[in-house]
């Protein structure tokens, strides 16, 4: 009789043991994969950002330094840097210019133009990270680089928040460090420990999934994730708040891409595409730049029409090439001038 007690008692109590090996293993791998995501060039924990570029160091490629403040660039282009006007480019591995050196990216050759057309003193800070997302870039912005003393902002972000939104699960606050969890929504403490478990999204994401298989026709193909397209809305928002409170004008990049070249299937865990798919769901994150930008949206796309396919202008499928850069920064370039930002 005491040996049934003393099973049932050590099988009950296994159970809660087992649920907290998964989520401090689940929130170990998150960290992990936060660190990883910036593998492109040397990196560095953040308990904030989570991970930020390694400070006087070069990318892992070699084409990249960057400087004593931790953005792409050399030492004249750090916060206490002088010049005007002062134009700060904030955004992932597209904006940073991932596979170009420093003197082929889009952020140089407008500085360059710039100062060759009446503005002697212009200064353009490259504050792009690779494997950044809105979350990422928000937090960034607002804790870090106010210090530049930008007159504008340029935002090129997306791509990042596009690739979560093809995952079935959500997590809130994705890719932040330790020290940004999402305050709970709810207010019973029971269900503000669920909020903060990646378990309970884990097994919530699992089952939506599921359901998703089941229960559609086309199997969850062609569906995406649209908490992170509200996510990424709340963060392109606030951005554009923090940049009107402070007077600063503040510019939103369109996506350049090329469609024939999207990928059906960024992981095990994300949906697969057909290429109208894929095209709906980057139409979603184009309407939401547009719809928070209103006047102020460079068309990216518009400045490499019919060359999308040139490995010169788009690599891959979504970063730029040398040529790609060179369209950018006079489409850039052109737009400045027409808003009278220089003045």
């Known amino acids: 009789m005491r040996k049934k007690i003393l099973f049932r008692i050590l099988a009950f109590g296994f159970i809660p043991f087992l649920i907290v090996v998964a ?6 791998r998150h960290a992990k994969k936060v660190n990883d995501r910036g593998l492109t060039v040397l990196t560095e924990p953040d308990e904030y950002l989570g991970y930020r570029l390694k400070r006087n160091s070069f990318s892992a490629d070699g084409l990249a330094y960057i ?8 030492s004249v282009h750090t ?3 002088v010049g005007f006007p002062r ?8 904006a940073f210019g991932a596979g170009c050196r420093d003197t082929e990216i889009f952020s140089f ?18 504050a792009g990270v690779g494997g950044y997302n809105s979350n990422q870039c928000r937090v960034y912005l607002e804790r870090e680089l106010e210090r530049f003393n930008p007159s504008t902002i ?21 890719q932040l460090g330790g020290k940004m969890k999402p305050e709970p929504k709810s207010i019973s403490k029971m269900f503000q420990i669920f909020e903060r478990s990646r378990l309970f999204w884990s097994l919530r994401s699992r089952i939506r999934g599921w359901s998703n298989s089941i229960f559609r026709c086309d199997s969850g193909r062609d569906t995406w994730n649209q908490a992170y397209l509200n996510n990424f809305e709340r963060n392109m928002s606030e951005i554009k708040n923090w940049c009107d409170e402070r007077k600063i004008k503040v510019f939103f990049c369109r996506l350049p891409f090329d469609i024939e070249r999207h990928p059906e299937k960024y992981s095990d865990d994300a949906f697969k595409y057909s290429k109208n798919g894929y095209k709906n769901l980057y139409q979603e994150f184009d309407f939401i730049i547009k719809k928070i930008g209103k006047e102020n949206v460079i068309d990216l796309p518009a400045a490499i029409s019919g060359r999308e396919g040139e490995m010169d202008v788009i690599y891959d499928y979504n970063h730029l090439g ?22």
């Open 23 to 28: 989520e401090f293993y689940l929130q170990y």
């Open 67 to 74: 400087n004593s403040d931790g953005i792409r660039g050399d």
């Open 79 to 81: 916060a206490k840097s």
């Open 87 to 94: 134009i700060l480019i904030l955004g992932n591995s597209c």
């Open 109 to 126: 050759q407008l500085e360059k133009m710039l100062r060759s057309n009446g503005y002697e003193s212009a200064i353009v800070f490259n």
């Open 154 to 174: 340029i935002v090129y972000c997306g791509w990042n928040d596009l690739v979560s939104a093809t995952w079935p699960f959500y997590v809130p606050a994705l």
């Open 322 to 343: 040398i040529e790609g850069h060179r369209l950018a920064a006079d489409t850039i370039f052109e737009f400045l001038i027409l808003k009278g930002i220089t003045y």
